[in-house]
């Protein structure tokens, strides 16, 4: 499968169980545009810390119960080129 400019991260394997964990944040990951879900990835994994990371994977899925479709407050994936 090529990449696109919305596909630049993997779901990394921390993040794909607690999302598989619940059905209603799964299928709004489901439904959400692939560039959404690569934000949700990049805001997971730029966490400097492990702690962090872990609270951030927390929140997400609050926020996606809650019918979050994006990170807020968030300046977005820093990896994608401008001109994507």
């Known amino acids: 499968m ?4 919305t ?3 993997k779901l990394p394997a921390d993040l794909k169980k607690a999302l598989d964990s619940e059905k209603q944040v ?3 990951w489901k439904d959400i545009t692939p560039l ?3 934000e949700w990835i ?3 994994t730029s966490a400097k810390q492990e702690e962090t990371r872990r609270r951030r ?4 899925l609050d926020k996606m119960r809650k019918g ?7 300046a977005g994936c820093p ?3 401008k001109d994507s």
């Open 57 to 60: 994977i927390e929140v997400g």
């Open 2 to 5: 090529r990449m696109t400019k």
């Open 7 to 9: 596909d630049l991260h």
């Open 42 to 44: 990049c805001w997971v």
């Open 36 to 38: 959404a879900r690569n």
């Open 79 to 81: 990896h994608r080129r």
């Open 68 to 74: 979050m479709r994006r990170p807020c407050c968030w």
């Open 26 to 28: 799964l299928a709004l």
